[in-house]
């Protein structure tokens, strides 16, 4: 193995980050969800590509749209799903992460889809796994969030088309973001012309410019002439001491209204990973607008799920075959 998440040909064994990752395997990701969107509008909605395939959903943090699509997105593969609800499993007996883990291995699982508040924890299981299992991250701490990231990179392809002419802006919460960080992974591998990040400095990482992206802290002057505007939730789960005056100054400051998004050009597109919080990052008048897509967003977060676990699985039996 290889990059710890690729099989020596190169192709994608677990799906732990975006980063170490090429621009043809990320299309090749973005291809295969535009070919099972359409599975979606058909009356029976399940292709049998993992049949006989059994997938664990391991959250020991909280999520709504995550967890769902990748639920929904492995039933329309076909596979079995389980989900292990945590706070009334036997973690809550004292047992640890990786003896849950092989209790669940010894059932002939083939996948866990894991959510922790832990950075690191996903490539942890992953290393602990047995060689027919593969690992998909669904957020780790502040660490990554690449299924999000890959869904945000097919809304912004269905809008925009061509990554390099993009100019495109993340507000907010840059520090304690997994997506943020997982979403400029893929815009830089993806070629897009310019990205920035716009928040107060309380918020931004203090490498951000090694991240190669360009800091604004005002942000009409951010968002002036972008395609997308990406708008972050503040994570206070996160957040160790008052990083912020008050939910009020934050909106005034950082807010997205109708008026800032007028410094956007007029055909930007405003995108939020969610759980939005209205009236503090976002006004619900932007967030319902016409140039909102953040619903769209959760729509393709099924397909992307559907081809990474249809990715990863296939990647395994490949191996299988050839062993
Ligand atoms: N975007 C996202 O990860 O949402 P959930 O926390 O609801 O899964």
Request: aromatic share 4%; net charge neutral.
């Amino acid at each position: 193995m290889t990059n710890n998440q690729l099989t020596e040909s190169g192709r994608l064994r677990h799906f732990l980050t975006i980063e170490g990752l090429k621009r043809p395997l990320l299309t090749e990701i973005m291809d295969r969800a535009e070919q099972f969107s359409s599975i979606s509008h058909q009356q029976v909605k399940k292709v049998p590509l993992l049949r006989g395939k059994t997938i664990v959903n391991l959250f020991f943090e909280n999520s709504t749209r995550t967890r769902t699509t990748f639920e929904l997105a492995a039933k329309r593969l076909s596979a079995d799903v389980m989900n292990l609800n945590i706070s009334t499993s036997a973690t809550s007996k004292g047992e640890s992460l990786l003896d849950t883990l092989h209790n669940l291995e010894s059932m002939h699982s083939d996948m866990f889809v894991v959510r922790h508040n832990q950075s690191g924890a996903a490539e942890f299981i992953a290393q602990h796994v047995a060689p027919h299992v593969s690992v998909i991250n669904a957020g780790d701490g502040c660490h990554a969030h690449p299924t999000q990231a890959m869904l945000d990179m097919f809304t912004i392809r269905r809008h925009k088309h061509h990554f390099p002419d993009l100019r495109v802006a993340i507000v907010g919460d840059i520090l304690h973001s997994r997506v943020a960080r997982s979403q400029i992974q893929a815009l830089a591998i993806l070629g897009v012309g310019e990205i920035r990040v716009i928040g107060p400095k309380t918020l931004l990482p203090t490498d951000c410019q090694s991240l190669g992206v360009h800091v604004y802290h005002d942000m009409e002057e951010g968002l002036h002439d972008v395609d997308v505007v990406i708008m972050l939730r503040l994570q206070h789960e996160r957040m160790q001491g008052a990083l912020l005056p008050s939910a009020r100054e934050y909106f005034k400051r950082y807010g997205l209204t109708e008026e800032k998004l007028r410094c956007a050009k007029p055909d930007a597109i405003v995108m939020h990973p969610g759980p939005i919080n209205r009236g503090v990052e976002i006004a619900s008048t932007v967030a319902d607008g016409p140039q909102s897509v953040i619903l769209e967003q959760v729509t393709h977060g099924i397909a992307i799920r559907m081809a990474v676990m249809s990715m990863t699985l296939g990647a395994q039996s490949e191996q299988e075959a050839q062993a």
